[in-house]
């Protein structure tokens, strides 16, 4: 009985001691740092974005802002580093803001988020720039995700995608910057640029574009030069960059097409004209749809025009059929730049070009006797001839002082004879 009065005593004692203890200490953290509050996000209204607005991250707001509806930006906007909007089922924003800014500038440490309230491939619409001509429009280290539930115009042009910017003309330019973007996620094409035209100020760097329902981009002839190898385009549903049939013509300027992740893929004509020059760098990988061929081609002195594919032994440039049956092939006419085709593959190539109405002639289609060295180049699996010369009504073989061929390789050529390097030309016997 003793003991047990002894042990219920120390018990008793333990219990005021160990309250007296939590008494003291709670004494001593009065400066305990209360829980911050979760805030939830701030919805914006549909005509929230008709003024000039600064959006900024709210630490306490894991989601800043909700945007519910296809809204049209016609004020000034701002987006400011750690921002994260969520866009409701086909929102999104149609950027109409004429020379005012839009500018999206997150940071490496803060990047800006833009988001679906439901993380589904191709949830929201994602952001169309239809009139964008202040040359400090920018959009950097953002990521725009779970983007491209429907096409971002309903009549043609047709534009789809994540993002992408219009094609004007008789305006001023468009303008817009892309650094260090991510474009994942969507429900069709990352990144639609087919309408732009050498006029606009357009820049991309570093851009990370993968996990899309079709290409990561889609561009013009015109601009294919402003993708270069900075940016990583693979892990989509279709891993090309798609140089669309519009603004085909690149003249007045030299261009680079750089070898990148994925191969390029031409849907239809791409046109060198006057004053433009191209040079498809080594380890470029090209595939062509049926009607898609490289035109070089002068209509007036001085010819000041070239088309120049330079590949190396180790890296060469590879040009062939998307469908693994035919596309049109490469076209010279008049042009006396250099032209140079030199380590290449070239198969596939049926000397069909639509544009000038040809049809079964060779990979290469001479004009006017171009100026073209080509050396160090496999042919193979062609339904023609490599080379095919027009000639008018002459049936005799042309001399074409103009073309030099060396250490070029012939394997599995329809048409021609391996002496004269599987040359046709028109109204030569079969």
């Not at 580093?81 to 866009?87: D, N, S, T």
């Not at 929201?124 to 953002?142: D, K, Q, S, V």
């Not at 042009?335 to 639509?354: L, M, R, S, W």
Request: charged share 15%; hydrophobic share 35%; net charge negative.
């Amino acid at each position: 009985m003793k003991t047990q009065f002894v042990l219920a005593s120390k018990l008793s004692c333990y219990f005021m001691l160990g309250l007296l203890l939590i008494i003291f200490s709670c004494d001593e953290k009065e400066d305990i740092e209360p829980i911050e509050e979760i805030l939830p996000p701030i919805v914006l209204d549909c005509d929230y974005f008709q003024e000039d607005r600064v959006l900024t991250n709210d630490p306490q707001r894991p989601v800043d802002y909700i945007v519910e509806c296809w809204a049209r930006v016609e004020g000034g906007l701002s987006i400011e580093p750690g921002v994260v909007i969520a866009f409701e089922n086909h929102a999104g924003l149609m950027v109409d803001l004429d020379n005012k800014v839009f500018e999206i500038i997150g940071t490496e440490a803060d990047p800006v988020i833009l988001t679906g309230t439901s993380k589904q491939k191709g949830y929201w619409r994602g952001i169309f720039l239809t009139e964008a001509h202040n040359p400090n429009n920018i959009i950097e280290h953002t990521v725009i995700e779970y983007a491209g539930s429907q096409n971002l115009t309903s009549s043609s042009p047709i534009y789809e995608g994540s993002l992408a910017l219009r094609g004007v003309s008789g305006t001023p330019p468009q303008a817009l910057t892309l650094n260090r973007v991510e474009i994942s996620n969507g429900g069709s094409v990352g990144l639609d640029f087919h309408g732009i035209q050498s006029n606009a100020t357009v820049s991309v760097s570093n851009l990370v574009i993968s996990g899309n329902n079709d290409v990561p981009v889609k561009v013009s002839a015109e601009m294919a030069h402003l993708f270069d190898n900075t940016s990583s385009y693979s892990g989509n549903a279709s891993d090309f960059l798609n140089i669309t049939a519009s603004n085909y013509q690149i003249e007045d300027k030299t261009v680079v097409w750089q070898k990148l992740d994925v191969p390029y893929l031409v849907d239809g004509r791409v046109e060198v004209a006057e004053g433009g020059h191209l040079s498809i760098e080594a380890g470029v990988e090209m595939e062509f749809k049926s009607e898609g061929h490289i035109m070089a081609s002068g209509f007036l002195p001085p010819y000041n025009l070239s088309l120049k594919i330079q590949g190396t032994a180790a890296d060469p440039v590879h040009l062939k059929a998307h469908n693994g049956t035919n596309w049109g092939g490469l076209y010279y006419s008049f042009t006396q730049e250099n032209n140079i085709i030199d380590h290449a593959v070239i198969e596939h190539a049926k000397g069909d070009i639509p544009s000038g109405n040809i049809q079964n002639t060779g990979a290469i289609y001479m004009h006017a006797n171009p100026k073209l060295t080509v050396t160090n180049t496999t042919f193979q699996d062609l339904p023609n001839y490599a080379f095919f010369a027009y000639t008018g009504a002459s049936s005799n073989q042309p001399e074409l002082p103009n073309l030099s061929r060396s250490s070029n390789t012939y394997i599995n050529i329809a048409k021609g004879e391996s002496s004269l390097g599987y040359l046709g030309w028109n109204n030569k016997p079969e």
